[in-house]
């Protein structure tokens, strides 16, 4: 009985007790590294780069030539683990409808949506604290339902004026409401000495919001400032 191959993605999903392993199983070996928590270098390159390094994956981009001509959106990804190329190869693999893929260019989501690679949809939750002219005040601000899932990308945190300020930002959904939990981790959005500061890529956060959890912003610490915005980024499935 013959290995078999998978009704989805090219490579073996069945080798029968007994069989040859070989080439099939460490190609299935090799696909796992390039799809599993895909992060790509971008997603415009159209011809093989000329010194790549092993695991390097792109998406390819439109008008793909030389050793990827034809192979438009496929994700491509350089293996030196092929012992029939030690010198390296691409592995390519045609992407199937809903795959996602993050790019090293800007952190952003692109979903294959069965022809091409489209940007998630982004959105900014916004938040506000207002003094009334005085210095702000710390503790808790208030809360705000999020109607929508949605994944946390990222902050910006801005002033009226140059100064320094913690905040924390808190979760919690519907049904435990008011038991909150911080989710911004020791990436807590900070003003020192400064009228604005950002971090487009809020790695160390709880990112995942469900709809109908409740966001919080509690204001740790504070002088000078007597307004701050806080927006905090969110892709949306």
């Known amino acids: 009985m013959a290995n078999t ?3 989805k993605i090219a490579v073996v999903d069945s080798i029968p007790d007994g069989a040859y392993y070989g080439v099939d199983g460490r190609s299935f070996l090799r696909m796992f590294q390039a799809l599993i928590q895909p992060n790509v270098i971008n997603l415009t390159t159209t011809s093989p780069p000329g010194s790549p ?3 390097d994956t792109y998406v390819i981009g439109s008008g793909a030539s030389g050793a990827w001509i ?4 496929h994700i491509a990804y350089w293996t030196t683990d092929n012992p029939l190329f030690p010198l390296g190869t691409w592995d390519c693999y045609a992407p199937k409808q809903g795959w996602q893929v993050v790019s090293q260019v800007n952190n952003g989501t692109y979903v294959f949506n069965g022809s091409a690679w489209v940007g998630a949809r982004v959105a900014t939750i916004l938040f506000e604290v207002d003094g009334g002219g005085s210095a702000i005040t710390t503790g808790a601000k208030g809360q705000w339902p999020i ?3 949605c994944t946390i990308t990222g902050w910006v945190i801005s002033a009226d004026q140059s100064g320094s300020c913690v905040v924390d930002v808190l979760r919690s959904s519907y049904a435990n409401f008011p038991s909150t ?3 911004a981790a020791s990436d807590k959005p900070t003003l020192s000495s400064a009228q604005k500061n950002e971090n487009l890529n809020a790695s160390t956060w709880t990112t995942g ?3 109908g959890d409740f966001i919080q912003i509690n204001v740790n610490s504070a002088s000078t400032v007597t307004r701050i915005n ?3 980024n969110v892709t949306v499935p």
Do not use: E, F, Q, Y
């Open 181 to 183: 939990a911080s989710i």
């Open 230 to 232: 806080l927006s905090i």
């Open 70 to 73: 034809g192979l438009d959106a």
């Open 5 to 7: 191959v998978g009704p």
């Open 209 to 211: 919001i469900n709809a």
């Open 53 to 55: 390094t092993n695991g």
């Open 147 to 149: 109607p929508m899932a």
